[in-house]
């Protein structure tokens, strides 16, 4: 019974910690926004809830430990599963900053949300293939053919859509560097002119 009234409060605890945690990210916003940029404001608000996770999953481990000590399965114990959550959690992280910083961008610039919405679903693919890997290489699956044939792929894919990935990362950089903006006045090479009315 004592050990279920400690695994409890490793929890609590936990979250207590996490949200004082959170209160005080909170309270950061306040010398944040003096400054001159709007980065340190989305970062600060981008890792909140990833720290919060991080605490809860910790806690949860930790709880689970006290109270099973030699729980595993097979070969696998408790420092098998610490790394799998942790490649996990930090790919959640790390996606979470990578969209957040692009979602950002687009609201410095004044681009639409849907221009980065292609490129957010590639970034998202790619982080989280690459923690799958990871998970699946700590657990003892050889990854050497799946990455062979992942790159045979990734090479087809590009020769075969060689035209649209081109236009996809022109519109990239178009909405990132911005050499173009609403009502600039702009002339071809084949004589057509005009403003530009609408970036999209």
């Known amino acids: 019974m004592n050990q279920i009234v400690i695994a409890v409060l490793i929890l609590a605890g936990a979250f207590v910690v996490s949200n004082v945690l959170m209160f005080t990210l909170r309270r950061m916003k306040s010398l944040t926004t003096r400054t001159k940029t709007t980065f340190d404001d989305a970062i600060l608000r981008l890792v909140g809830r990833p720290v919060h996770i991080g605490f809860q999953l ?3 481990i930790i709880a689970i430990f006290y109270l099973f000590p030699t729980l595993h399965y097979q070969a696998w114990g408790y420092a098998d599963l610490i790394t799998i959550v942790a490649f996990l959690w930090g790919a959640y992280l790390v996606n979470r900053l ?3 910083v ?6 410095e610039t004044g681009t639409k949300r849907g221009t980065f919405r292609f490129l957010e679903n590639i970034v998202s693919i790619f982080v989280w293939a690459i923690a799958l890997m990871l998970v699946l290489n700590h657990i003892g ?16 894919i590009a020769f075969a859509l060689q035209t649209t990935l081109s236009n996809i990362f022109s519109a990239v950089y178009f909405a990132m560097d911005r050499p173009i903006r609403q009502g600039d006045f702009i002339k071809l090479d084949n004589g057509i002119e005009g403003f530009v009315e609408d970036i999209s």
Not at 102 to 107: D, T, Y
Not at 141 to 154: Q, S, T
Request: a negative charge.
């Open 141 to 156: 699956v050889e990854i050497g053919a799946l990455l062979a044939g992942f790159g045979i792929l990734g090479v087809a």
């Open 58 to 60: 910790s806690a949860i």
């Open 98 to 100: 990578i969209l957040g």
């Open 102 to 107: 692009l979602e950002w961008q687009g609201e």
